[in-house]
């Protein structure tokens, strides 16, 4: 494999697209995308806000009505963040749930330039049956899932090791390329860390 020389991503360049309901509405299926999933409440918006060094690009996901869309942003030419639809919003009705499980699916399972899928877990909890179903999906997909363990900032220094120490324990067990990382958005833990699985993902050849 010929090795490329590693680009700078300027995440603080990142604008938004477009929000896609169907997966027909995404932008043509060529060069990198990298996608960002969670329950909702994991802390997503903020992550995605942290990383571009905005404070409101990810709030367009957060529009009633948006929340079942897939919001797509520009990094450069060949290179988009995607902010996929957030699951668990009051309390949706099966059929809702359904599709919304069928959408995200069919978007993992065929969508070619998608490098990696970054899993947003509060730190404070363990995976739960949704976050399992997303690694599944992942594996299954061929895809490398990044777990940020959100809102590190929420315990002191022991608790997070020890939470860490967990889910790394955890996902030894299952499927799939994972791996796992703890995360703030209002203090500086593992922005740098975060960056460096991204541009891992956007510079390596396919
Ligand atoms: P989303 O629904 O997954 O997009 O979650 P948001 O980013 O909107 O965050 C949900 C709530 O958690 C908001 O009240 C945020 O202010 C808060 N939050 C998000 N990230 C952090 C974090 O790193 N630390 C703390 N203390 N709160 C956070």
Redesign the pocket.
């Known amino acids: 494999m010929t090795k490329i020389t590693p680009e700078k991503n300027n995440y603080h360049a990142a604008t938004f697209i477009l929000s896609a309901a169907k997966l027909e509405n995404l932008p043509s299926d060529d060069g990198y995308e990298v996608a960002f999933i ?1 329950r ?7 992550a995605i806000n942290k990383l571009t060094e905005q404070r409101n690009l990810a709030r367009v996901s957060k529009t009633p009505g948006r929340t079942q869309l897939i919001n797509l942003f520009k990094l450069s030419d060949n290179k988009r963040l995607v902010d996929l639809p ?1 699951y668990g919003y009051a309390k949706v009705p099966e059929q809702v749930k359904k599709d919304w499980g069928k959408f995200i699916d069919d978007y993992l399972c065929t969508r070619k330039c998608l490098r990696g899928l970054v899993l ?1 877990v509060d730190i404070r909890h363990l995976l739960k049956l949704f976050d399992l179903q997303i690694l599944t999906w992942a594996s299954q997909a061929n895809l490398p899932i990044h777990i940020l363990l ?2 590190a ?2 315990l002191k220094y022991g608790a997070r090791k020890t939470a860490l120490q967990k889910i790394t324990a955890e996902i030894k067990k299952l499927p799939g390329e994972i791996s796992t990382q703890i995360f ?3 203090e500086n833990i593992g922005h740098a860390e975060l960056k460096e699985k991204l541009n891992q993902w956007f510079n390596e050849l396919a």
């Open positions: 969670g909702s409440n994991a802390g997503k918006s903020s957030g947003l959100t809102k900032d929420k703030s958005a209002t």
